[in-house]
């Protein structure tokens, strides 16, 4: 099973950024895909989920109306658009895949966006 993110890097307060996340050896179709992210000295939070269908996604309110995932069942990727971004968005971003059935859950290894002036 493989994750990998990409699509993280220096931004502006303001700018734009566009994740992907890559995934494998899993039923990609089938599981639930949710972004996380981590910043420096702070816990894991969850920012935000789609169903397998991709019709339905639920976001943070931190984030909601400035962030919106998407996926492509098709490339086994899920995506996150962020636009808005602020100083406090600056965090590792993770995805992750938990499988219907078996409960089992993947994640990826992050990529860093950091929002500076």
């Known amino acids: 099973v493989q994750l990998v993110e990409s699509g993280g890097g220096l931004v502006q307060p303001g700018g734009s950024l566009n994740l992907s996340c890559t995934a494998s050896?899993?039923?990609?179709?089938?599981?639930?895909m949710s972004w996380y992210r981590q910043a420096p000295g702070k816990a894991r939070e969850w920012v935000a989920s789609?169903?397998?269908?991709?019709?339905?996604?639920n976001y943070a309110d931190s984030v909601r109306c400035r962030f919106t995932s998407s996926r492509d069942n098709a490339k086994n990727t899920v995506y996150l658009q962020m636009t808005s971004l602020k100083f406090e968005d600056t965090a590792n971003y993770y995805c992750?895949?938990?499988?219907?059935?078996?409960?089992?859950?993947?994640w990826g290894k992050g990529t860093l966006v950091t929002v500076s002036s």
């Open positions: 992750k895949g938990r499988t219907v059935g078996n409960g089992m859950e993947y």
């Open positions: 789609i169903v397998q269908g991709g019709v339905v996604a």
């Open positions: 050896g899993f039923t990609f179709s089938s599981a639930i």
